[in-house]
């Protein structure tokens, strides 16, 4: 890792997540409490799973683990986009409700990407 970052807390993309989090809990807050225990809950159990995962990653003692943890922030990024876009198809958001959502992780996820490609193709 760079000479700058001593934390997890350093890492851009950990701090964007972290926005989109926030984003994602004010999305789930327009959908209706009859989806409490469904689309609400997966939205927010995706979102928190991003940051965690890079912050999990960045903490482990071996490359392989923090790729891994990366790709499990990717995984659940997607998740994430996912669950959004259904709840549009099953009406209970528009389209212009998703898109700051939809807009950030889309910026996560390049991100991540690249922190994945500099991490693999680190020599030892």
């Known amino acids: 890792m760079p000479g700058d970052i001593k934390s997890y807390r350093d ?16 999305v789930a807050k327009l959908l209706p409490h009859h989806e409490n225990f469904g689309l609400i809950s997966q939205i ?18 071996h490359r392989g683990d923090y790729l891994h943890q990366l790709s499990i922030a990717r995984g659940s990024l997607l998740e994430l986009e996912t669950h959004l876009l259904i709840s549009v198809r099953l009406g209970y958001l528009q389209s212009k409700d998703i898109q700051p959502s939809l807009g950030l992780a889309d910026e996560v996820g390049r991100m991540i990407s690249g922190l994945f490609q500099r991490l693999r193709s680190k020599t030892d």
């Open 11 to 26: 890492l851009l993309v950990w701090q964007r997540s972290m926005d989109l989090v926030v984003v994602s809990y004010e």
């Open 44 to 61: 927010r159990r995706a979102a928190v799973s991003i940051p965690a995962n890079i912050a999990e990653g960045h903490g482990r003692r």
